[in-house]
């Protein structure tokens, strides 16, 4: 499969019939040849066979039903030395803004938001989640992302998920796949840029306010089930300079940072 949109936008754009983990193989890759894999480099599949998503979870789905989708970001600032790993944090939420305009731009009259960290949502129902994974030496990360392009209703994952067809998004598959990962590239790609010329400065980026307006946890009371297995319940408050997510716990009022977890918004009646 062609992705002429695409391929103008990535630095490196690597199309494979079948990958195991787009993730895994795209560190791999990146960490033994690097100098073939430059900043913006991507691998992307149709057909994932082994993706994973956070806390170990397994991500499988149909061949031709989703796209997976992995970007290598080599971020340097503007004297070239490394972003320092405390700001990190900012890379996946970038790519979750960018991947959320993207989804927007394909299916315009539907509510598309970010759930902190990093799931797409369209009217609370997730239509992509992404994965951050560093190299192992720490100075690049690649982020996956995963689409769903074509699910029948009676293929879909979780009872909470949705896929751009049902959506409404009437492309044939080809075209709607580049009209996707070129969307997230052509968002993606500014939105990192203007972070890493103003000194990996959120605010002064708009990184920070585009995130904010975007994200549907704030102001939620959520659940967060942290990476050691505790269970953190009280209100999203504020997402803080280093892209934590700043809890209010409810048992005690404990101001709490998240780095990661994975998140559920609670509705009470």
Same mark, same amino acid.
């Given at each position: ?104 731009a394909l299916v315009p009259d539907h509510s598309v938001t970010l759930k902190w960290p990093n799931d797409v949502q369209v009217d609370g129902r997730k239509v992509s989640g992404l =994965?951050?994974?560093? &190299?192992?030496? $720490?100075?690049? @990360?690649?982020?996956?992302? !995963?689409?769903? #392009? ?23 598959l080809p075209e709607l796949a580049d009209a996707a990962l070129a969307g997230f590239l052509g968002e993606l790609t500014p939105l990192y840029a203007e972070f890493l010329r103003l ?14 307006? =975007?994200?549907?946890? &704030?102001?939620? $009371?959520?659940? @967060?089930?942290?990476?050691? !297995?505790?269970? #953190? ?37």
């Amino acid at each position: 499969m062609d992705f002429p949109r695409s391929g103008r936008l990535a630095a490196r754009l690597e199309i494979l019939d079948e990958c195991g983990s787009t993730n895994t193989e795209l560190v791999r890759r990146a960490s033994t040849d690097g100098d073939e894999w430059p900043d913006l480099s991507a691998l992307v599949t149709l057909n994932q066979t082994e993706g994973r998503g956070r806390l170990g979870r397994v991500w499988v789905a149909p061949p031709g039903r989703a796209i997976a989708i992995s970007v290598l970001l080599r971020p340097r600032l503007p004297a070239g030395e490394p972003l320092g790993l405390e700001n990190f944090g900012w890379l996946p939420l970038i790519a979750g803004v960018a991947m959320t305009r993207a989804v927007a731009a394909l299916v315009p009259d539907h509510s598309v938001t970010l759930k902190w960290p990093n799931d797409v949502q369209v009217d609370g129902r997730k239509v992509s989640g992404l =994965l951050a994974e560093l &190299l192992p030496s $720490q100075d690049a @990360v690649v982020i996956g992302a !995963g689409l769903n #392009l074509a699910f029948a209703e009676n293929e879909l994952p979780t009872p909470t998920s949705t896929s751009l067809s049902l959506l409404g998004a009437s492309a044939a598959l080809p075209e709607l796949a580049d009209a996707a990962l070129a969307g997230f590239l052509g968002e993606l790609t500014p939105l990192y840029a203007e972070f890493l010329r103003l000194g990996a400065d959120p605010g002064a980026s708009g990184v920070a306010d585009a995130v904010g307006a =975007l994200c549907s946890t &704030l102001g939620q $009371q959520v659940k @967060v089930q942290l990476p050691g !297995g505790d269970v #953190l319940v009280g209100t999203a408050t504020e997402i803080d300079r280093t892209g934590r997510l700043v809890v209010t716990r409810s048992t005690d009022g404990r101001v709490v940072a998240v780095a990661a977890g994975d998140v559920t918004h609670l509705r009470y009646e």
